[in-house]
Antibody, heavy 121, light 107 residues
């Protein structure tokens, strides 16, 4: 079945960088758009970034634009989120999610289980 | 940015009851609205998309309706496993946005 497994979370100091990974299985990864969404502790969901199946289009939320970079490596069935200049307010669980089609604007289904990023000195 | 406002913030109900959750958009999202369910300690999962289409494996007691700016998620008869937080989400324009969520708790 479709499975998404995030990794790379942890405790990082403000201003530092971190790279998250999301390994996909159970579907043809290169055929689908992929998203990153986060959830701060006790808060709601915030969409962060999307990449089309072929990388031809990428979009970001304003809150992370210029600091975060989404990318994919289809040979490894892996989605990435490179995060730089991290701030305390970036502390959250980070989820990857598969789009329902090659285009990034499609619905999220399914979601990964998430990885926790804590930005603290 | 399209703002989605969900109401109520918390809904207390008993198993077997019918509940209705609301999602209002700050501008029309046409039929580009979905609902996600999140249980404590778990990732969200897609329940309803395109206003009223149930995602794979979602029971028929979940239904969605609405258009434009006003949308509803109805659970016809609450099961114990339905106590969770429900989020609406739009995809008509960037950035994609979610509502603040409605928590359905046991009365």
């Amino acid at each position: 079945q479709v499975q998404l497994v995030e990794s790379g979370g942890g405790v990082v100091q403000p201003g530092r960088s971190l790279r998250l990974s999301c390994v996909a299985s159970g579907f043809i990864f290169s055929n689908y758009g992929m998203h990153w969404v986060r959830q701060a502790p006790g808060k709601g969901l915030e969409w962060l970034a999307v990449i089309w199946h072929d990388g031809s289009e990428i979009n970001y939320a304003d809150s992370v634009k210029g600091r975060f970079t989404i990318s994919r490596e289809d040979s490894k069935n892996t989605l990435y989120l490179q995060m730089s200049s991290l701030r305390a307010e970036d502390t959250a669980i980070y989820y990857c999610a598969k789009a329902m089609s090659p285009q990034g604007w499609d619905w999220f289904d399914p979601w990964g289980q998430g990885t926790l990023v804590t930005v603290s000195s | 940015e399209i703002v989605l406002t969900q109401s109520p913030g918390t809904l207390s109900s008993s198993p077997g009851e019918r509940v209705t959750l609301s999602c209002r958009a700050s501008q029309s999202v046409s039929s580009h609205l979905a609902w996600h369910q999140q249980k404590p300690g778990q990732a969200p999962r897609l329940l309803i998309y395109d206003v009223s289409k149930r995602a794979t494996g979602i029971p028929a007691r979940f239904s969605g309706s609405g258009s434009g700016t006003d949308f509803t998620l109805t659970i016809s008869s609450l099961e114990p496993e339905d106590f969770a937080v429900y989020y609406c989400q739009q995809r008509i324009s960037w950035p994609l946005t979610f509502g603040g969520g409605t928590k359905v708790e046991i009365k």
